[in-house]
Structures are given as structure tokens and as C-alpha cells.
């Protein structure tokens, strides 16, 4: 059975970090990219990030510069690491698999249950 677990949200200062964390686990992890959303409160859910097997990366523009996806395919986990956050960047956090070992072609076929963060002083 597919599963995504997400871990590693939490409330946090502005200017602060966190790392997320998203455990796969039920289908071939290395032969598809993995994206991360978020869903603020009273908003849709937006993409974030996304990353493919081999390390290609995209991000939107609202986070470049500060937060940082990686994978580590023996361990079968996708990171976050997200730097100088702000309030703007409180949601939820989904982590996702896609249908292709693409952040371009295909689509989204799976989502986490998703881990909340906060940033508030």
C-alpha cells in the first residue's frame, strides 16, 4: 500500500527554519519525482517544490533562495529544508508523489495527509 508520511512541522519564530521530512513507501521511489505543496488557511493549495530521481529541481517563486528539496532515495525520504521563513509560509505541508520522474511532464497521483506549520512570534 502506497503511503507518504510527512514529519517536522511545528510553530517557529519568523526568520527561523525548519526541515520537513516524508517518508515513502509502496511503489518503486526511485522511478518518480516527489513535489511538495501547501495550503494556507482560506487558500488553495500551491506547489512549492518538486524533485526528480536523479536531483532536478524546481521550486516556486516565492521560495527561491530559501527553501532547499532534497532526496534520499536509499532512505526512500524527501526534504524541505525550509530557511528565513515568514508568516506568509504558514500551511499545511503535503508531500506528493508524481506520475512520472518529471516536475514538468504528467501530474500528481498521491498526497501525504500533510504536517502543519506555523510562523508566528
Known amino acids: 500500500q502506497l503511503q507518504l508520511v510527512e514529519s517536522g512541522g511545528g510553530l517557529v519564530q519568523p526568520g527561523g527554519s525548519l526541515r520537513l521530512s516524508c517518508a515513502a513507501s509502496?511503489?518503486?521511489?526511485?522511478?518518480?519525482?516527489m513535489r511538495w505543496f501547501r495550503q494556507a488557511p482560506g487558500k488553495e493549495r500551491e506547489e512549492v517544490s518538486c524533485?526528480?530521481?536523479?536531483?532536478?529541481?524546481k521550486y516556486a517563486d516565492s521560495v527561491k533562495g530559501r527553501f532547499t528539496i532534497s532526496r534520499d532515495n536509499a532512505k526512500r525520504t524527501v526534504y524541505l529544508q525550509m530557511d528565513n521563513l515568514s508568516p506568509a509560509d504558514t500551511g499545511v505541508y503535503y508531500c506528493?508523489?508524481?506520475?512520472?520522474?518529471?516536475?514538468?511532464?504528467?501530474?500528481?497521483?498521491?498526497w501525504g495527509k500533510g504536517t502543519l506549520v506555523t510562523v508566528s512570534s
Open positions: 509502496g511503489f518503486t521511489y526511485g522511478a518518480y519525482a
Open positions: 506528493a508523489k508524481e506520475q512520472l520522474n518529471s516536475c514538468v511532464l504528467g501530474g500528481t497521483d498521491y
Open positions: 524533485i526528480t530521481s536523479g536531483g532536478h529541481t
